[in-house]
Nanobody
Framework: QVQLVESGGGLVQAGGSLRLSCAAS????????MGWYRQGPGKQRELVAT???????NYADSVKGRFTISRDNAKNTVYLQMNNLKPEDTAVYYC???????????????WGQGTQVTVSS
């Protein structure tokens, strides 16, 4: 069993910063790509940023230059540093990870429970 536990959400004023963390734990052989997604009020879930185990990153256009994704492979943890936050960044942020529980099996996809980020104007 694999669990993703997120932390770091909260309420912040526009222009402020927050840092999200997500730690994967359980029966893990290796964690492949990890990422963050978000779902705003009345919207579909959308990609925010992803990072491979080798450190290659990908960002949604709406967050480029403001958000930075990083990871600590030794801790199976992914981070999202969010700067210059805007009211439209308000959403529930979900951690995503592709986890291998064995060298003989392909990765399975896991999701965290989500953490609320609210940006006031």
């Amino acid at each position: 069993q694999v669990q993703l536990v997120e932390s770091g959400g909260g309420l912040v004023q526009a222009g402020g910063s927050l840092r999200l963390s997500c730690a994967a734990s359980g029966s893990i052989f290796r964690v492949d790509a990890m990422g963050w997604y978000r779902q705003g009020p009345g919207k579909q879930r959308e990609l925010v940023a992803t990072i491979t185990s080798g450190g290659y990153t990908n960002y949604a256009d709406s967050v480029k230059g403001r958000f930075t994704i990083s990871r600590d492979n030794a801790k199976n943890t992914v981070y999202l540093q969010m700067n210059n936050l805007k009211p439209e960044d308000t959403a529930v942020y979900y951690c995503n990870a592709n986890v291998r529980i064995s060298r003989f099996r392909g990765p399975n996809e896991y999701w965290g429970q989500g953490t609320q980020v609210t940006v006031s104007s």
